[in-house]
Nanobody, 118 residues
Framework: QVQLVESGGGLVQAGGSLRLSCAAS????????MGWYRQAPGKQRELVAA???????NYADSVKGRFTISRDNAKNTVYLQMNSLKPEDTAVYYC????????????WGQGTQVTVSS
């Protein structure tokens, strides 16, 4: 089992920044990649960014150049630095883990709310 705990959400004005953290515990040796998804009211959950244990990253087009995903393997933590936030970034952000031979979303965190005011 893997447990994921997010933190760092909140309310920020447009143009501001937030940093989300996701701490993993449990069978962390089984984790390959980690990522962040978000879900806005009335919309499907979408991938925001992902990072492998080797450090390879990918981003949704809507956040490229504004968001940065990183991970600290020693702390078993993945981060999402969000800059130049826009109202359309408002959503619940979920951390996800992919196990070896699994898929992103094998495990989920509880979610953290990010609200960007205009």
């Amino acid at each position: 089992q893997v447990q994921l705990v997010e933190s760092g959400g909140g309310l920020v004005q447009a143009g501001g920044s937030l940093r989300l953290s996701c701490a993993a515990s449990g069978s962390i040796f089984r984790i390959n990649a980690m990522g962040w998804y978000r879900q806005a009211p009335g919309k499907q959950r979408e991938l925001v960014a992902a990072i492998t244990t080797g450090g390879s990253t990918n981003y949704a087009d809507s956040v490229k150049g504004r968001f940065t995903i990183s991970r600290d393997n020693a702390k078993n933590t993945v981060y999402l630095q969000m800059n130049s936030l826009k109202p359309e970034d408002t959503a619940v952000y979920y951390c996800a883990a992919q196990l070896i031979k699994g898929r992103l979303g094998d495990y989920w965190g509880q979610g953290t709310q990010v609200t960007v005011s205009s």
